[in-house]
Structures are given as structure tokens and as C-alpha cells.
């Protein structure tokens, strides 16, 4: 079992910048497929980006068109999202995802494959 804790959202305008981290506990951090979701008012929670063991491959929703870069550090059991270019659109709360994915490498888009989840991370951007 894992759990995660996010941190690093914040208050930003519109055009700026924030790197979102999520701190895993627990062991074989290098097993899990780790993902960031989000969650807007009154909206379902969508997908964002999504990184696999090896980090050799990332997914990222459409709508991030190359602002967002997800990486994750092993040995230090955390993954990052670097956020640029922030638009007032952007405002949600982020979530943090985790699911042991054993040998398999690849990353997962789907909520529901997640089994872990983090208490989320409010990103606001002003415009």
C-alpha cells in the first residue's frame, strides 16, 4: 500500500508557473504507474498526465498542448508536474494517483484504474 502526499499549489497569474510535487511513502515506488488528475467545480475529474516505472513513457491530457511536463525521481519517491503557461482554465484541484503496476510498462489514462489517491493540491490562476 502506498500513500501520497501532494504539495506546491498555490495562487498564480494567469502565464505563470508552479511545479506540483506528490510524496509516496511506502515501499517499491518503482512499481507504480503514477498519474495527476484534476477536478474542477462542478466538473468531472479529468485526466492530466501520467508517467510509467522507468519514466520512459508520459501521457498528457489534450488540453495540456505541451505546458505541463510530468517526471517522477525513484530515489526519492516523488513525482512532479511542472505546470507553464497557466490559464485561468487551469484552476482545479490536483490529484495525485498511484497504481502497482507490477512488470508492466506503459502508463494508464483512466481514473479508474488508479487504486491510490492523494488528498489533492489547490491550483488557482488568476487572469
Known amino acids: 500500500q502506498v500513500q501520497l502526499v501532494e504539495s506546491g499549489g498555490g495562487l498564480v497569474q494567469a502565464g505563470g508557473s508552479l511545479r506540483l510535487s506528490c510524496a509516496a511513502s511506502g515501499r517499491s515506488f518503482t512499481t507504480y504507474i503514477m498519474g495527476w488528475f484534476r477536478q474542477a467545480p462542478g466538473l468531472e475529474r479529468e485526466f492530466v498526465a501520467a508517467i510509467s516505472r522507468d519514466s520512459d513513457t508520459t501521457n498528457y491530457g489534450d488540453f495540456v498542448k505541451g505546458r505541463f511536463t510530468i517526471s517522477r525521481d525513484n530515489a526519492k519517491n516523488t513525482v512532479y508536474l511542472q505546470m507553464n503557461n497557466l490559464k485561468p482554465e487551469d484552476t482545479a484541484v490536483y490529484y495525485c494517483?498511484?497504481?502497482?503496476?507490477?512488470?508492466?510498462?506503459?502508463?494508464?489514462?483512466?481514473?479508474?484504474?488508479?487504486?491510490?489517491w492523494g488528498q489533492g493540491t489547490q491550483v488557482t490562476v488568476s487572469s
Open positions: 494517483a498511484a497504481v502497482n503496476a507490477g512488470h508492466l510498462l506503459g502508463v494508464f489514462t483512466s481514473q479508474w484504474r488508479y487504486d491510490y
